[in-house]
């Protein structure tokens, strides 16, 4: 895979309205959780990745802090229906984190895992182009632990079951293993401006 595609220079800001089916939660933050809150601190916080690609690395809180500050700011989908409008997540691109890593040629597909043991599949593709975070803060705050700090992976351009909090590391693939909601029937990609909610949408 080549990590610019073409995408680079792409805004990020959104914005673009309500996706087909969605509600606008206003003020609202619903939580949405398969897992107990897992009490994670920052220090004992970790993020790996590895599967296809030239140097497998791990990063704790100060290495992923030294990454090249990204944000955010834009919206967010929830499959249940509700989106919310101008959020802003602070974090790093996972752009640094290729380049860091660098896929190989072969990889197409990425399995993100929580610390919790929480998976989401993703193509490689939807987590390049500044399009795709490992997010700390918040509205400029620490991410609060039900929201998946200290740290949640942000994929909101899909809906937002892809975005995997206490992320704990990205696998490389080269092909799709469906992850937790994508073996209960929601569909591989989730992209939200195509209503792609359940496998066959
Ligand atoms: N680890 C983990 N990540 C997760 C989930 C989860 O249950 N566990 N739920 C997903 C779903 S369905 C959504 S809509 C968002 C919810 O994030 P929020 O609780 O911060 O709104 O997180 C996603 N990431
Ligand atoms: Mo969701």
Not at 45 to 72: I, K, N
């Amino acid at each position: 895979m080549h990590v610019t595609r073409g995408f680079t220079g792409r805004p990020r800001v959104t914005n673009a309205g309500l996706p087909p089916g969605q509600y606008d939660t206003g003020d609202d933050w619903p939580v949405l959780s398969a897992e107990v809150t897992p009490d994670l601190a920052p220090a004992e916080w970790t993020f790996r990745v590895d599967g296809l690609v030239e140097r497998p690395r791990t990063w704790d809180w100060d290495e992923a802090h030294a990454l090249p500050a990204s944000e955010y700011a834009g919206d967010i989908h929830c499959v249940t229906g509700w989106s919310k409008f101008g959020v802003r997540f602070g974090g790093v691109s996972l752009d640094a984190v290729w380049e860091a890593v660098r896929p190989h040629p072969s990889a197409t597909h990425a399995v993100a895992y929580s610390h919790t043991g929480y998976t989401a599949n993703l193509p490689l593709a939807d987590l390049t182009g500044r399009r795709a975070w490992i997010a700390f803060t918040y509205e400029g705050k620490p991410l609060d632990p039900e929201h998946g700090g200290p740290a949640r992976l942000l994929v909101p351009h899909l809906y937002f079951w892809k975005s995997a909090k206490w992320i704990a590391g990205i696998r490389i693939l080269d092909h799709d293993e469906p992850g937790f909601w994508e073996q209960n029937g929601y569909h591989a990609r989730g992209n939200p401006w195509e209503e792609q909610r359940y496998s066959g949408d």
